[in-house]
């Protein structure tokens, strides 16, 4: 069974800095691509950020230019570093990876870490 752990998060103030961190294991890390995704009080869960096996990151809208998605292969971590914190960003951040299997696949979610931005 595949494992995510989230470390990293925390109560911020506005255009303050923090670093997420998904440990994965149970898992050929480097063959999959990786994702954090965002879920607000009374919001629907919405991609925050992708990182493909290659490298090749893609950001929301509202993140880009802020947020910067990494991974050590190495270390079988992704992380997200966050810039210029705005309280939109509040939010419970979890690590995703879909795993194919076969005709279908499976998405594996961390227990989320959450993030407050708030003075």
């Known amino acids: 069974q595949v494992q995510l752990v989230e470390s990293g998060g925390g109560l911020v103030q506005p255009g303050g800095s923090l670093r997420l961190s998904c440990a994965a294991s149970?898992?050929?890390?480097?063959?999959?691509?990786m994702g954090w995704y965002r879920q607000a009080p009374g919001k629907q869960r919405e991609l925050v950020a992708a990182?493909?096996?290659?490298?090749?990151?893609n950001y929301v809208e509202s993140v880009k230019g802020r947020f910067t998605i990494s991974r050590d292969n190495a270390k079988n971590t992704v992380y997200l570093q966050m810039n210029s914190l705005k309280p939109e960003d509040t939010a419970v951040y979890y690590c995703?990876?879909?795993?194919?299997?076969?005709?279908?696949?499976?998405?594996?979610w961390g227990q989320g870490t959450q993030v407050t931005v708030s003075s």
């Open positions: 995703n990876v879909n795993v194919p299997l076969g005709a279908t696949s499976k998405d594996y």
């Open positions: 990182i493909t096996r290659g490298g090749t990151t």
């Open positions: 149970r898992i050929s890390f480097r063959a999959y691509a």
